[in-house]
């Protein structure tokens, strides 16, 4: 599976952004796919993961009630809906694909393929 991330941008803080990440390969739709970013001098931590259905997410406790992740598999394709952004938001956005069980989907070893990230800056 391929993946290219798109919707990254400069915004203010309180703004909003549409990250995008867009899959090849057959089977989309039976991964789990995660969201992960990593800020400037820090580890690639996790932000939301979507299991295949689509109705079961997971949100790191940062960005619960502020981003919605959902997919749509017609497209192949991931969002991850980004609102009242924050300064400390500002990172490169990475999403993955995997089968990972419900513990291990906020480890980055539960996935196997990666997008090459986009950025997002956030301006207080």
């Known amino acids: 599976v391929q993946l290219v991330e798109s919707g990254g941008g400069l915004v203010q803080a309180g703004g909003s952004l549409r990250l995008s990440c867009a899959a090849s390969g057959r089977m989309f739709s039976t991964y789990v796919i995660g969201w992960f970013r990593q800020a400037p001098g820090k580890e690639r931590d996790f932000v939301a993961a979507?299991?295949?259905?689509?109705?079961?997410?997971s949100y790191t406790d940062s960005v619960k009630g502020r981003f919605t992740i959902s997919r749509d598999n017609a497209k192949n394709t991931v969002y991850l809906q980004m609102n009242s952004l924050k300064p400390e938001d500002t990172a490169v956005y990475y999403c993955a694909t995997g089968r990972p069980n419900w513990d291990s989907q906020t480890s980055e070893n539960g996935y196997d393929s990666w997008g090459q990230g986009t950025q997002v800056t956030v301006s207080s």
């Open positions: 979507i299991r295949p259905t689509s109705v079961i997410t």
